[in-house]
């Protein structure tokens, strides 16, 4: 199929100037927001299916319409896959059929990372794929890396267990300065590009078909060695 989308515009043509003192600054500071009520309903929902049927956690992050979560789903039969997602008309575009180990959730991420976190939920692996680009130079702190939450992600990836990232875009800044991000913060990763065939979400099949190249940052969730 031929399809046509833009690429990403942006008055930042290489890492922003500002990411180190940024991320320093975040990496020093905990995050206190209020919690929506909606977003602990969706928590409740997540305890809910952990306490009927225990299994290690893994997260689709800014899941859409929540194709990336079932295709996780099935790679990923032993754990529950859980999708997030704020866009309710976003998630009510669901794929009608889901394996009994999926679940999408309507909630702000950084939320329900947050609520993950305080109580010490190991997440084994954690996708984040086509996160909202935010290509103007001002709005850094939008992204996943230059935001307050970013620090909690950290906490998901670094606890008990092995915990793996996988951030995707076909925007090769963004991939590079979460990289950077991560290893400010001490967690080793790399940057390298998805072959076409691998597109898991609508958004990488949409500019896959445009042509677009798919970056991608993987990291174990280890610390580096100092
Ligand atoms: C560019 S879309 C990508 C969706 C999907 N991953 C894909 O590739 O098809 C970004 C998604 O992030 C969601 N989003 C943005 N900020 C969010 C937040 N703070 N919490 C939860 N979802 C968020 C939007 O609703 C949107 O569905």
């Known amino acids: 199929m031929y399809a046509n989308s833009r690429h990403i515009v942006s008055n930042q043509q290489h890492l922003h100037p500002r990411l180190a003192a940024v991320v320093a600054r975040h990496l020093v500071t905990v995050s206190r927001k209020p919690m929506a009520r909606h977003n602990i309903q969706a ?21 859409g319409t929540g194709h990336s979560t079932v295709t996780l789903a099935e790679r990923h039969p032993d754990h529950l896959v859980v999708g997030i997602d704020k866009s309710g008309r976003r ?41 909202n680009p935010w290509p ?17 992600l950290l906490q998901l990836a670094a606890s008990g267990r092995p915990g793996r990232l996988q951030l995707r875009s076909n925007w090769q800044t963004y991939v590079e300065e979460f990289g950077v991000a991560l290893h400010l913060a001490g967690v080793r990763g790399s940057v390298s590009r998805v072959s076409a065939a691998q597109a898991l979400t609508l958004f990488e099949q949409k500019y896959r078909d445009s042509g677009h190249s798919l970056w991608q940052l993987s990291a174990d969730g280890g610390r580096a060695t100092p």
């Open 43 to 63: 928590f409740e929902q997540l305890q809910r299916r952990l306490q009927l049927s225990p299994r290690a956690l893994v997260l689709d992050s800014f899941c």
């Open 91 to 131: 998630l009510q575009r669901h794929p009608p059929l889901r394996p009994d180990n999926c679940l999408l959730l309507q909630a702000d991420c950084a939320a329900i990372w947050q609520l993950l976190a305080a109580r010490k939920l190991a997440v084994d692996y954690h996708y984040l794929l086509y996160p």
């Open 136 to 152: 103007k130079a001002r709005h850094l702190q939008r992204r996943i890396h230059g935001h307050a939450s970013f620090p909690l």
